[in-house]
């Protein structure tokens, strides 16, 4: 086989942000700072230089997730804990609607403890749902809504025909590929005698001749990277699947898995009781991650540093691996807020919004009570300027909210460079670049793993908030916002646009500042404004 069909195999499945082991030299980068270290980091250890000896307040920081490990050892200590509410007792003894919500609450789950697992991504459900409304008649609308969510409509129609008509033509290839991948891996889990193997079991050169071809098949598909064939055949395997479900749904009403299972009406936002307490299950790694990013427990020779000294976590479950409900993004928020967060992180995102009125609402709601909010701008390497991405910094009537920071990620010469591949950018709705590729980060059962994503650099740029928070609470969430967007460092360098391998482009034109976060010029920043 040609090195460029395993090339294509690998890519069409887009940037695996797998890998089980931290580079030594690049251990904790995103913490380090540049004129010390070398690193394009946060220049955390600077900024805590800065902070010796000043008091410290405790930040309550909401993390909008798939749910976490509160078993984790290096995070468990910093879970948040519903001062009004006695555990297990099956009462809302502080009233709030939501019976025993100790540690969070979790929209995504039925009264009986069952989780929800599963989800279809929203272009293919707002395409159903209006199809009859809108498809094939001339539509005028009548208001601002109705505008926006035609449009929204027309977004969801192309998404899905272009999904079905990649799909329809690549399906035999991604099905040989798939079979492929499942025999090499099989011949050689029998060949090194092992059910998991990595880049470094591989030495083609002095393979036998029987397990020579499938060596070099998998050494294309590593290409360098660390992660293990049973990592990438589950990953290829789902993405096989999608590929078909692409091709069914087209023509099908996809089934209402979140409805069945909660018994709630997405689409009916004055229901607001439903969901339970159970923030553990069908978590995966990704809740635990951000959260450790944030606040793991610094200097404890544990796992990893969080960024921030003195927080609380509230974790509220309200995010699968396919597109969240707006209505579930909207009670989240409302839920984070009126139960005392000050920072709210949010490691997720959807190209389309239907209901992007009801988070819009909430949104106000957290400017209205000075809550911060932090986004993450999107892993697809795409102009946001131009392919939406939600939740976003602007209000439906094009206002901009002031407490709202979107991310993007950034790198290193070390990790591949300033302006990672597949961070999502745009000059108006990206507002700063943080660290966001090769991170080492928690994971459940108390390990840690080096993963790369806008989903990280988002918590690295809450827990900062959080930070600033903590030791200078008079400052506002406005000016908190504005302080981490003019303290980052401008970068001025030309850098290869995400997304695109062969086109370079100034970094100023990938965000709104063009800089990279730095927590030390940040509190200097936050000193002076704050009068200290």
Same mark, same amino acid.
């Given at each position: 086989?040609?090195?460029?069909?395993?090339?294509?195999?690998?890519?069409?499945?887009?940037?695996?942000?797998?890998?089980?082991?931290?580079?030594?030299?690049?251990?904790?980068?995103?913490?380090?700072?540049?004129?010390?270290?070398?690193?394009?980091?946060?220049?955390?250890?600077?900024?805590?230089?800065?902070?010796?000896?000043?008091?410290?307040?405790?930040?309550?920081?909401?993390?909008?997730?798939?749910?976490?490990?509160?078993?984790?050892?290096?995070?468990?200590?910093?879970?948040?804990?519903?001062?009004?509410?006695?555990?297990?007792?099956?009462?809302?003894?502080?009233?709030?609607?939501?019976?025993?919500?100790?540690?969070?609450?979790?929209?995504?789950?039925?009264?009986?403890?069952?989780?929800?697992?599963?989800?279809?991504?929203?272009?293919?459900?707002?395409?159903?749902?209006?199809?009859?409304?809108?498809?094939?008649?001339?539509?005028?609308?009548?208001?601002?809504?109705?505008?926006?969510?035609?449009?929204?409509?027309?977004?969801?129609?192309?998404?899905?025909?272009?999904?079905?008509?990649?799909?329809?033509?690549?399906?035999?290839?991604?099905?040989?590929?798939?079979?492929?991948?499942?025999?090499?891996?099989?011949?050689?889990?029998?060949?090194?005698?092992?059910?998991?193997?990595?880049?470094?079991?591989?030495?083609?050169?002095?393979?036998?001749?029987?397990?020579?071809?499938?060596?070099?098949?998998?050494?294309?598909?590593?290409?360098?990277?660390?992660?293990?064939?049973?990592?990438?055949?589950?990953?290829?395997?789902?993405?096989?699947?999608?590929?078909?479900?692409?091709?069914?749904?087209?023509?099908?009403?996809?089934?209402?898995?979140?409805?069945?299972?909660?018994?709630?009406?997405?689409?009916?936002?004055?229901?607001?009781?439903?969901?339970?307490?159970?923030?553990?299950?069908?978590?995966?790694?990704?809740?635990?991650?951000?959260?450790?990013?944030?606040?793991?427990?610094?200097?404890?020779?544990?796992?990893?540093?969080?960024?921030?000294?003195?927080?609380?976590?509230?974790?509220?479950?309200?995010?699968?691996?396919?597109?969240?409900?707006?209505?579930?993004?909207?009670?989240?928020?409302?839920?984070?807020?009126?139960?005392?967060?000050?920072?709210?992180?949010?490691?997720?995102?959807?190209?389309?919004?239907?209901?992007?009125?009801?988070?819009? #609402?909430? =949104?106000?709601?957290?400017?209205?009570?000075?809550?911060?909010? /932090?986004?993450?701008? @999107? !892993?697809?390497? *795409?102009?946001?300027?131009?392919?939406?991405?939600?939740?976003?910094?602007?209000?439906?009537?094009?206002?901009?909210?002031?407490?709202?920071?979107?991310?993007?990620?950034?790198?290193?010469?070390?990790?591949?460079?300033?302006?990672?591949?597949?961070?999502?950018?745009?000059?108006?709705?990206?507002?700063?670049?943080?660290?966001?590729?090769?991170?080492?980060?928690?994971?459940?059962?108390?390990?840690?793993?080096?993963?790369?994503?806008?989903?990280?650099?988002?918590?690295?740029?809450?827990?900062?908030?959080?930070?600033?928070?903590?030791?200078?609470?008079?400052?506002?969430?406005?000016?908190?916002? #504005?302080? =981490?967007?003019?303290?980052?460092?401008?970068?001025?360098?030309? /850098?290869?646009?995400? @997304? !695109?391998?062969? *086109?370079?482009?100034?970094?100023?034109?990938?965000?709104?500042?063009?800089?990279?976060?730095?927590?030390?010029?940040?509190?200097?920043?936050?000193?002076?404004?704050?009068?200290?």
């Amino acid at each position: 086989m040609k090195k460029l069909f395993f090339l294509l195999l690998v890519t069409a499945i887009g940037y695996c942000s797998l890998g089980q082991n931290a580079n030594t030299n690049t251990k904790g980068w995103h913490l380090k700072d540049k004129e010390n270290d070398g690193y394009q980091g946060i220049s955390l250890q600077k900024a805590y230089a800065l902070l010796q000896g000043k008091k410290s307040h405790t930040v309550v920081v909401a993390v909008i997730d798939s749910g976490i490990d509160t078993l984790q050892n290096d995070i468990k200590d910093v879970f948040w804990t519903n001062p009004g509410e006695i555990p297990n007792n099956n009462i809302d003894d502080d009233k709030n609607g939501y019976i025993d919500d100790v540690q969070g609450w979790n929209f995504l789950g039925s009264p009986s403890g069952e989780n929800l697992s599963v989800s279809v991504p929203e272009a293919y459900r707002t395409y159903h749902r209006f199809k009859d409304q809108f498809e094939g008649k001339k539509y005028i609308a009548q208001n601002l809504q109705d505008s926006f969510l035609y449009n929204e409509w027309q977004r969801a129609a192309k998404i899905i025909n272009d999904h079905y008509q990649n799909a329809n033509e690549n399906i035999i290839n991604f099905r040989a590929n798939l079979q492929i991948i499942q025999a090499s891996n099989n011949f050689l889990i029998k060949e090194f005698g092992k059910p998991i193997f990595t880049r470094k079991d591989l030495h083609p050169q002095k393979a036998k001749d029987s397990s020579r071809d499938y060596q070099a098949v998998w050494l294309n598909i590593f290409d360098g990277r660390d992660f293990s064939n049973t990592d990438f055949v589950t990953e290829y395997e789902n993405f096989v699947k999608k590929q078909e479900t692409y091709i069914t749904q087209k023509t099908t009403t996809p089934i209402d898995f979140r409805d069945l299972l909660l018994k709630d009406d997405a689409y009916d936002i004055s229901k607001t009781r439903f969901g339970n307490t159970n923030l553990q299950t069908h978590s995966g790694y990704h809740g635990t991650s951000t959260s450790g990013i944030i606040g793991a427990i610094r200097n404890n020779q544990l796992g990893i540093d969080g960024i921030a000294d003195n927080v609380r976590i509230m974790m509220v479950r309200a995010i699968l691996g396919e597109d969240e409900y707006d209505k579930d993004v909207a009670l989240a928020i409302r839920y984070a807020v009126d139960n005392g967060a000050q920072v709210i992180n949010m490691s997720f995102g959807k190209p389309i919004s239907p209901d992007k009125s009801w988070v819009d #609402d909430a =949104i106000r709601y957290a400017q209205s009570k000075d809550v911060v909010l /932090v986004h993450a701008s @999107g !892993n697809e390497g *795409k102009d946001i300027d131009i392919d939406f991405f939600y939740p976003n910094a602007f209000y439906l009537d094009g206002s901009r909210m002031p407490h709202f920071i979107n991310v993007g990620a950034s790198g290193d010469a070390a990790t591949g460079g300033l302006a990672v591949s597949f961070s999502n950018y745009g000059k108006k709705m990206v507002d700063v670049f943080a660290p966001g590729i090769d991170i080492e980060c928690s994971i459940a059962n108390n390990g840690t793993q080096v993963a790369s994503g806008t989903s990280l650099a988002s918590p690295i740029v809450a827990g900062l908030a959080a930070l600033i928070r903590s030791y200078f609470p008079s400052l506002t969430a406005p000016q908190i916002v #504005d302080i =981490i967007k003019t303290s980052g460092t401008t970068i001025t360098k030309d /850098v290869l646009l995400p @997304g !695109n391998k062969d *086109k370079k482009v100034s970094f100023q034109q990938l965000c709104e500042t063009g800089k990279i976060v730095n927590a030390y010029k940040a509190i200097q920043m936050a000193a002076q404004l704050a009068g200290q």
